[in-house]
């Protein structure tokens, strides 16, 4: 299995410029998620996803769109970027959390908005 | 709502010192609480988790101790090694609002580094 894999892992965007961050799993995960981790804030909740088509924001979902055609896939979208989402973004998949399931987490995509 | 607080880095060990970070957290009802490592360049790898209180979560001779008449979980490690070092993240699981689903919500972080 190749686990969580994330693309690109590197990318500068200018101003206003739009982006579709890469996730997928392997691992047959219900759960789905993407988080940006900022110097001293630790990790963020962006969105979320319980399955195909189910989708939910998180505690910092403005500026970003993801969608959940399947399971596999977990694609963050930027419509317009702003300086404020250079950021580090994770993607994360679990099996359905209803108890104490690991999540497994990508190796990260480096954002810079010029 | 929900916070984890982990001692502020950034951490400078030698080579088989001892190891504690410090981790509590404010939560309703009875989290699950994790530790995860993150090393340079890698995504987080959970090393260790606690379901319940008084469970003892280790791995890699790490170990943390899930507390709750004080609301923490310090990772500890007796010895610790060059390859230790890295950034090690509290966590908490917690439920989110729609379709009983739950997230993980992080302390900041600490940085660890060891020394030959």
């Known amino acids: 299995n190749a686990g969580v894999t994330q693309t690109p892992k590197f990318q500068v965007l200018k101003t206003g410029q739009s982006m579709t961050l890469q996730c997928a799993q392997d691992m047959n995960h219900e759960y789905m998620s993407w988080y940006r981790q900022d110097p001293g804030m630790g990790l963020r909740l962006i969105h979320y996803?319980?399955?195909?088509?189910?989708?939910d924001q998180g505690e910092v979902p403005n500026g970003y769109n993801v969608s959940r055609s399947t399971t596999e896939d977990f694609p963050l979208r930027l419509l317009s970027a702003a300086p404020s989402q250079t950021s580090v973004y994770f993607c994360a998949s679990s099996y359905r959390l209803a108890g104490h399931n690991e999540q497994f987490f990508g190796p990260g995509t480096r954002l810079t908005v010029l | 709502g929900n916070s984890v607080t982990q001692m502020e880095g950034p951490v400078t060990l030698s080579e088989e010192a001892f190891l504690t970070i410090n981790c509590t957290y404010t939560a309703t009802g009875y989290p699950s609480l994790f530790w995860y490592v993150q090393y340079p360049g890698e995504g987080l790898q959970l090393l260790l988790k606690?379901?319940?209180?008084?469970d003892k979560g280790s791995n890699k001779g790490f170990e943390a101790t899930y507390r709750k008449e004080t609301t923490s979980f310090h990772l500890e490690k007796g010895s610790v090694q060059v390859s230790d070092s890295a950034v090690y993240f509290c966590?908490?699981?917690?439920?989110?609002?729609?379709?009983?689903?739950?997230?993980?919500?992080f302390g900041k972080g600490t940085k660890l580094t060891v020394n030959p």
């Open positions: 996803s319980v399955g195909a088509g189910i989708t």
């Open positions: 966590a908490l699981r917690t439920l989110l609002t729609q379709g009983g689903s739950e997230k993980l919500v």
């Open positions: 606690a379901t319940k209180a008084d």
